[in-house]
């Protein structure tokens, strides 16, 4: 048996897992990736990325990468066999402001958001571990001791679950997964290539008695995912011919031709919310800890907030900053997970396509919480007046694992305390003489004492 040791080790390399190791690996902590699968996965699967997730990976280095090859969702073209019902937009077309750069949701699919990440990583000097399962793992006052396929294992400090919706983890632990599995409600999911479609909407056909198959021409590929409700007793295939038909018999047209079958999965839909995030040294994260139904692209994402919130207080805690830190975690983010839960089942249940502030994850805020002191609210990119007249833009003063003080004095000195860059503004930012902002982009305090300041900054 071989024995590792690290400081993190993130079980799973789905996004949640891969953005937290990103984050992790860029403040040099010693992390480790395992994952069960051979090799890197390959399903469109969660294709939204919302504005708030560009956001987040700006921070990381790869927006420009995503944005390279992703797209604005095109218009939805419905249709009752031939005839065209409604014409639609899933997200009214927005232009970036100073406040909202990434003012789009953009269609990119989720193995290339995990290709994007992993090569992040790499760049970093991280790796993912494939074939490389947790079977079980015990955990004691220093550490958790994780086994894996094949007689090795890993000793870490912490352990993160991003395993996914059935997480062996959140399993283990015995942490309930409270909500709802609408067994009635399958959905076929496929990336196929097509002939015979144009690739400037999405298609989306309803037949009534038979049900419906959606068709979104996938941004930067030449595929489409393809979304086909399912009727009980409907068995389906994972080949060409089964989607052929399928396809065939809902949008009664001969027209379209499947040509390859890229991937193809069944789909549950789950509504469900860990009860707790965090069991020790072990934390949950994205689908281990809430799963989502499909309307409103937010399990992606919010699984990506989720390791953005957890990847700095990891860092400070094996920095040295107290252990309560960590608990903040689960205190920030099962609120906002149940509440995108709500929303997401509430857009479910009305089948409606509704796009707004709150799905674009942007006004989400922390507000009220013990680490948020007076703060907590997401802190909006635009121009900065600098003392001595010159101008910077807020998200590049806030890019890189730093917190920022925006201050006329100097940072407070903090034994052990963490990197912080501080900018003299030319007005107070905000009103407050001191804003400290957190390394996730939120107002960590705004205050007129310095004494609170370094408080913050000893909590942290
Ligand atoms: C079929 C399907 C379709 C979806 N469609 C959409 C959509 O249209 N829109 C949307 O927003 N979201 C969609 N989702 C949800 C979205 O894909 C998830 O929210 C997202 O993948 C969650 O990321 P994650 O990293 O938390 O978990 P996952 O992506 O599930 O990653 C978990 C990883 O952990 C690995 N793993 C599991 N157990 C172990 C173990 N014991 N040891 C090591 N590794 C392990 C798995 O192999 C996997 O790679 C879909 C999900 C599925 C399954």
């Given at each position: 048996m071989t024995e590792n040791t690290t400081d993190v080790l993130v079980v799973g390399a789905g996004p949640t897992g891969l953005t937290l190791a990103v984050d992790l690996a860029?403040?040099?902590v010693r992390c480790r990736v395992v994952e069960r699968a051979a090799g890197p996965a390959n399903g469109?699967k969660?294709?939204?990325?919302?504005?708030?997730?560009?956001?987040?990976?700006?921070?990381?280095?790869?927006?420009?990468?995503?944005?390279?090859?992703?797209?604005?969702?095109?218009?939805?073209?419905?249709?009752?066999?031939?005839?065209?019902?409604?014409?639609?937009?899933?997200?009214?077309?927005?232009?970036?402001?100073?406040?909202?750069?990434?003012?789009?949701?953009?269609?990119?699919?989720q193995w290339?958001?995990e290709a994007?990440l992993r090569e992040r990583l790499a760049e970093l000097g991280g790796r993912v571990d494939q074939d490389a399962e947790l079977t079980a793992f015990e955990q004691d006052a220093d550490g958790v001791t994780a086994r894996l396929g094949g007689g090795r294992s890993v000793r870490a400090r912490y352990l993160v679950a991003a395993d996914g919706g059935r997480s062996k983890v959140r399993k283990a632990l015995g942490i309930?997964?409270?909500?709802?599995?609408?067994?009635?409600?399958?959905?076929?999911?496929?990336?196929?290539?097509?002939?015979?479609?144009?690739?400037?909407?999405?298609?989306?056909?309803?037949?009534?008695?038979?049900?419906?198959?959606?068709?979104?021409?996938?941004?930067?590929?030449?595929?489409?995912?393809?979304?086909?409700?399912?009727?009980?007793?409907?068995?389906?295939?994972?080949?060409?011919?089964?989607?052929?038909?399928?396809?065939?018999?809902?949008?009664?047209?001969?027209?379209?031709?499947?040509?390859?079958?890229?991937w193809?999965s069944?789909?549950?839909?789950?509504?469900?919310?860990?009860?707790?995030?965090?069991a020790g040294r072990v934390f949950l994260a994205g689908d281990a800890a809430?799963?989502?139904?499909?309307?409103?692209?937010?399990?992606?994402?919010?699984g990506?907030?989720?390791a953005?919130?957890l990847?700095?207080?990891l860092?400070?805690?094996l920095?040295?900053?107290?252990?309560?830190?960590?608990?903040?975690?689960?205190?920030?983010?099962?609120?906002?997970?149940?509440?995108?839960?709500?929303?997401?089942?509430?857009?479910?249940?009305?089948?409606?396509?509704?796009?707004?502030?709150?799905?674009?994850?942007?006004?989400?805020?922390?507000?009220?919480?013990?680490?948020?002191?007076?703060?907590?609210?997401?802190?909006?990119?635009?121009?900065?007046?600098?003392?001595?007249?010159?101008?910077?833009?807020?998200?590049?003063?806030?890019?890189?694992?730093?917190?920022?003080?925006?201050?006329?004095?100097?940072?407070?000195?903090?034994?052990?305390?963490?990197?912080?860059?501080?900018?003299?503004?030319?007005?107070?930012?905000?009103?407050?003489?001191?804003?400290?902002?957190?390394?996730?982009?939120?107002?960590?305090?705004?205050?007129?004492?310095?004494?609170?300041?370094?408080?913050?900054?000893?909590?942290?």
């Amino acid at each position: 048996m071989t024995e590792n040791t690290t400081d993190v080790l993130v079980v799973g390399a789905g996004p949640t897992g891969l953005t937290l190791a990103v984050d992790l690996a860029r403040r040099g902590v010693r992390c480790r990736v395992v994952e069960r699968a051979a090799g890197p996965a390959n399903g469109s699967k969660g294709k939204g990325l919302q504005p708030r997730t560009q956001e987040v990976f700006d921070d990381l280095g790869v927006v420009d990468r995503i944005l390279a090859s992703a797209a604005p969702y095109p218009p939805v073209l419905v249709r009752v066999g031939p005839v065209p019902v409604w014409r639609m937009r899933m997200h009214k077309p927005a232009r970036p402001t100073d406040a909202v750069p990434y003012p789009m949701v953009v269609m990119h699919p989720q193995w290339r958001t995990e290709a994007v990440l992993r090569e992040r990583l790499a760049e970093l000097g991280g790796r993912v571990d494939q074939d490389a399962e947790l079977t079980a793992f015990e955990q004691d006052a220093d550490g958790v001791t994780a086994r894996l396929g094949g007689g090795r294992s890993v000793r870490a400090r912490y352990l993160v679950a991003a395993d996914g919706g059935r997480s062996k983890v959140r399993k283990a632990l015995g942490i309930g997964f409270t909500g709802e599995t609408r067994e009635e409600e399958r959905m076929a999911l496929a990336d196929v290539r097509a002939e015979g479609l144009a690739r400037d909407r999405i298609h989306m056909w309803a037949r009534p008695g038979k049900g419906m198959v959606a068709l979104y021409p996938m941004a930067g590929t030449g595929s489409f995912q393809v979304l086909a409700s399912l009727k009980p007793g409907d068995v389906p295939l994972d080949t060409v011919e089964w989607f052929q038909r399928l396809i065939a018999e809902r949008s009664m047209t001969r027209g379209v031709r499947v040509t390859e079958l890229l991937w193809s999965s069944l789909y549950r839909v789950n509504i469900r919310l860990a009860d707790r995030f965090r069991a020790g040294r072990v934390f949950l994260a994205g689908d281990a800890a809430h799963v989502h139904p499909p309307s409103g692209g937010q399990g992606l994402n919010t699984g990506v907030q989720d390791a953005y919130n957890l990847g700095w207080k990891l860092a400070r805690v094996l920095a040295g900053a107290p252990d309560a830190l960590l608990d903040t975690y689960e205190e920030e983010r099962r609120p906002i997970a149940a509440h995108v839960l709500g929303l997401s089942s509430e857009l479910y249940g009305k089948k409606t396509v509704r796009r707004d502030e709150e799905t674009y994850q942007l006004t989400l805020s922390y507000r009220g919480g013990s680490l948020a002191g007076n703060g907590g609210d997401r802190v909006p990119d635009g121009p900065v007046e600098l003392a001595g007249g010159s101008r910077a833009r807020m998200f590049d003063l806030l890019r890189g694992p730093h917190f920022t003080l925006l201050s006329p004095d100097p940072a407070p000195r903090v034994p052990g305390g963490p990197e912080v860059r501080a900018y003299v503004p030319a007005r107070p930012y905000g009103g407050a003489r001191h804003t400290l902002v957190r390394p996730d982009g939120y107002v960590g305090i705004a205050t007129s004492s310095a004494e609170e300041l370094a408080g913050y900054l000893a909590m942290v």
